[in-house]
């Protein structure tokens, strides 16, 4: 039981780095899974992620450091990356509910050859890169994150780890250390190759989910606040602040995803609720078109099973099944003559008129006097001719009882959100996330403009003529003294 979780999601980034230069940033880009419009609109897939979703999320893992992680979900987006000397390219989901770097190997004996996604998969193999190698059982890396030697460890045998998800799925495989290649900010909106040695995860075999082909990638890139997680190493090794933010565009395509501090725009706080798995935050009531909904006051309450989750990787917003009751009374409470009919569990009517106009604004407040402002257009999206509810009842979803508030894609869109794990703070505000923010390297006081759509000719040459991709920009903002 000791060594499964030894094996469990271990991950460090080593120290020496290849970086020429005295700052840098790196920059991945990142895809929306579902590219076109029709895929946006098809409520099954919308649900069917989100079940999936949910059965890893929703059941907690723990860590042998850090204490407790998240195991991850199909992500939303994904970032391509270059793993190797010479590089290939790997597609790796990105979440803020993953702890663990980690890519299909060679060897994997259930491993997917194909995706729906309109991806090309590539299988990570060791003996063709001239930087990879096998981290040791005997090594620093096992035994410092072990506490201590590992039984019945021998010379040559690998580092390996093993994550069973609450849905079923499962990924089991090796650590390796070896170059991942990015591109690096050289300034506003240029950027230049660069690379950095990384230990990460080679998945030798994956279960449920993770081994289907519909929504297949290569692996998982995950932003996950657990001292195991990729951002927490960077932060360990003096690399980066542990500060990280994205801007999810719904309206023309685009976004950012950015590491490092945001110096504009400027925005609210409210704090992390400490000791939590989650990034987890104190919500203190729900107005509707100006109303103060009179919920149970236990409702907002945080701990086992409760609270309220921010989380990129789900697609729609689930709440707790008196305050979706409440909600759904007050936004139609001036339309009783709606016609609603039920597709795929959502709820759904025909309506000619402007819905901005015609339905109120839902107001999430927070600890600290932090809002986040949900339109009509945000929580009442198209399929086809008809308009249909995005707030779930999240206590119809859930299978362990748990009561709890879900804040997904459906109210992150459009708004820049910044994790502030250094000071233990979220922040949000509404913005256009097709345009730019600037973000600042600590250590060289430098700020740089971050785009949504291109960094330098490069970037922009790469991009799709398709107006309908969802395109997103990771930015690594290094620190070396």
């Known amino acids: 039981m000791a060594f499964k979780l030894f094996l469990l999601l271990c991950l460090v980034f080593l120290s020496n780095y290849a970086i020429p230069r005295a700052f840098g940033i790196g920059v991945f880009e990142v895809k929306h899974k579902f590219l076109s419009q029709a895929q946006r609109r098809n409520i099954h897939l919308l649900r069917a992620h989100d079940v999936r979703r949910h059965g890893r999320l929703l059941s907690a893992v723990d860590l042998p ?6 195991p991850s979900g199909t992500g939303l987006y994904f970032a391509q990356i270059g793993i190797g000397t010479p590089p290939k390219n790997y597609y790796v989901q990105v979440d803020t509910g993953s702890d663990l770097l980690w890519v299909n190997c060679i060897s994997c004996s259930r491993c997917p050859k194909k995706s729906d996604l309109g991806v090309e998969l590539t299988l990570y193999d060791l003996r063709s890169s001239q930087s990879g190698t096998m981290v040791s059982c005997e090594g620093s890396f096992c035994s410092s994150n ?11 045998l690998p580092c390996q780890y093993s994550v069973l998800y609450g849905d079923g799925s499962s990924t089991t495989g090796y650590f390796v250390t070896d170059v991942v290649q990015y591109n690096q900010v050289a300034g506003d909106s240029l950027t230049r190759a660069s690379n950095a040695s990384v230990t990460f995860g080679c998945g030798a075999q994956q279960g449920g989910d993770l081994g289907s082909s519909s929504e297949a990638l290569d692996g998982i890139l995950g932003f996950g606040q657990s001292n195991s997680s990729l951002l927490s190493q960077l932060a360990s090794a003096g690399k980066v602040k542990k500060v990280f933010s994205h801007c999810l565009d719904t309206v023309q395509g685009g976004g950012i995803w950015a590491i490092g501090d945001v110096v504009q725009p400027k925005m609210k706080t409210t704090s992390l609720v400490p000791d939590q798995q989650h990034y987890n935050i104190n919500l203190k009531g729900i107005k509707v078109g100006g109303s103060l909904l009179q919920l149970p006051t236990d409702i907002f309450e945080t701990g086992d099973k409760k609270g309220t989750i921010v989380d990129s990787g789900t697609t729609l917003t689930y709440l707790p099944e008196a305050a979706y009751k409440a909600v ?3 936004v139609f409470q001036n339309h009783s003559d709606l016609s609603f009919h039920t597709v795929q569990e959502f709820s759904c009517f025909q ?4 819905i901005d106009d015609g339905f109120p604004e839902v107001v999430f407040s927070f600890e600290n006097s932090l809002t986040l402002q949900v339109y009509p257009h945000d929580y009442l999206f198209q399929n086809e001719n008809d308009y249909c509810f995005g707030f779930q009842n999240g206590g119809l979803q859930s299978k362990d009882g748990r009561d709890m508030f879900l804040l997904g894609d459906l109210v992150l869109s459009n708004k ?19 345009s ?21 000719s490069a970037w922009r040459s790469e991009l799709p003529s398709c107006a309908l991709l969802l395109s997103l920009i990771i930015v690594f903002m290094f620190m070396f003294s």
């Open 436 to 456: 730019s923010i600037k973000v600042q390297d600590d250590k060289t006081g430098r700020v740089y403009i971050v785009d949504s759509h291109y960094i330098g």
């Open 65 to 70: 450091i850090g204490g407790n992680g998240l």
């Open 328 to 330: 759904w009374e007050k």
């Open 416 to 434: 820049l959100v910044v994790y502030d794990l250094e000071n233990q703070v979220i922040g949000w505000t509404n913005y256009n996330c097709s």
């Open 146 to 156: 072990y506490g201590g030697d590992l039984p019945g460890c021998t010379a040559n």
């Open 351 to 354: 309506y000619t008129g402007n």
